[in-house]
């Protein structure tokens, strides 16, 4: 297990060296959620990058940071209250769930090349539930993508796999989407 962070400003260089610049994470950011569609389409990669610097200047920190032994970031894990995730509403894996008070969302790993396949996942996933809980949520929601019913890539892995959120304790809530795309929820 390496060490966990809050992302905050002091840690920006970190979160920007876990996106890199190859794939999805430095064209979007984490910041597919907080648009509906057309925002999302309408804003540039810098533009992207730059609503996420100011989150993580924000009193409650977007998500969290894992450092492996040597102290050299390796992920990055995105969570909020779900209210702040807009396209949630419009998202059909979403739809099996309510947004109620004090539930939080966990939108997406990253996690460098190099450093997969090491449990980070794990890690990332025990930091964000501690900053939800720390920030007075009553429930973390995900939706992560079953493996056992569709294999997928490295990139499609963003919301994580499933086996990672029934070992922390979460549960899986409503209908399926898809048959590969469960909501899971677990109660702080």
Excluded: I, K, N
């Excluded at 979160?15 to 804003?43: E, K």
């Excluded at 969290?64 to 995730?85: F, I, M, Q």
């Excluded at 769930?97 to 997969?116: I, L, M, P, Q």
């Excluded at 994580?160 to 795309?181: I, M, N, Q």
């Amino acid at each position: 297990m390496g060490t966990l962070a809050d992302a905050t400003s002091q840690r920006w260089d970190d979160l920007v060296a876990v996106m890199g610049t190859r794939g999805d994470p430095p064209r979007c950011w984490c910041q597919w959620f907080r648009h509906q569609r057309p925002g999302f389409y309408a804003t540039s990669a810098d533009q992207r990058r730059a609503a996420l610097q100011e989150q993580v200047g924000a009193p409650v920190p977007p998500g969290v940071l894992l450092y492996d032994d040597a102290g050299v970031p390796s992920g990055w894990c995105a969570v909020a209250p779900r209210a702040e995730y807009p396209r949630l509403t419009s998202y059909p894996v979403a739809a099996a769930s309510a947004d109620e008070d004090g539930v939080w969302a966990v939108t997406c790993f990253v996690v460098r090349v190099g450093a997969r396949r090491q449990g980070s996942a794990e890690d990332l996933l025990d930091g964000a539930v501690d900053l939800a809980r720390r920030h007075g949520a009553r429930t973390v929601e995900a939706y992560p993508l079953d493996t056992t019913v569709r294999a997928a890539s490295s990139a499609e892995l963003f919301h994580g796999p499933l086996s990672v959120f029934l070992r922390a304790g979460f549960r899986e809530v409503g209908v399926r989407a898809s048959p590969a795309r469960p909501v899971v929820r677990l109660a702080l």
